[in-house]
């Protein structure tokens, strides 16, 4: 089955490149923010799919590698993907769409609150991807509570350094 390439897959385009990143995370309450950096690398999957590879470190100084992958789904008219890191053993499921203004892509995602429950309470999660031009993103993370309300968790500004 071969897939043509529509407007949604050309707009995922833009994430291809060369990134550094840095950025800041929420450690809970009473705790200072992580501060964190790294470098990603996107390619595109025969114009189709994009797939990320991201290193850093994490809070404990140790390395840390992610994998980002997003296309278009044509049948069910949404942005797609999954996202797993070496920190965690969970596969991040993705949907999403990009705002009328095309810069910001929302992914929606459910997965485990990470307050060391056991059993782990599963929440509602956003990744969101604005353009603030071709050559700066920024990705804002955040979950739903339990009183309905979005708390952002972590923001981390990605800069291009080669196409």
């Keep these: 089955m071969q ?4 407007k949604e897959h050309e707009w995922l385009r833009q994430f291809v ?19 964190f950096g790294g470098t990603e690398s996107v390619r595109s999957i025969g114009g189709i799919w994009i797939q990320g590879e991201a290193r850093g470190a994490m809070p404990d100084g140790g390395p840390t590698i992610m994998q980002l992958t ?6 069910k008219q949404r942005y797609v ?7 965690m053993s969970y596969l991040w499921i993705y949907e999403g769409s990009v705002d009328g203004g095309g810069t910001t892509l929302t992914l929606e995602a459910t ?8 059993p782990p309470r599963m929440a509602r999660y956003h990744d969101i991807y604005e353009f603030k031009s071709p050559d700066h993103r920024v ?5 739903q509570r339990e009183d309905g309300q979005w708390q952002r968790f972590m ?3 990605y800069r291009r350094t080669k196409s």
């Design 81 to 87: 993907g999954t996202w797993l890191g070496s920190m």
């Design 3 to 6: 897939s043509d390439i529509t």
């Design 70 to 75: 997003l296309g278009y789904d044509v049948l």
């Design 139 to 143: 990705l804002t993370s955040q979950m």
């Design 17 to 35: 490149g060369d990134w550094t990143f840095e950025g800041e995370g929420d450690m809970g309450p009473g705790q200072p923010p992580h501060r």
């Design 155 to 157: 923001t981390a500004h």
């Design 111 to 118: 997965g485990p609150v990470m307050d060391g429950s056991t």
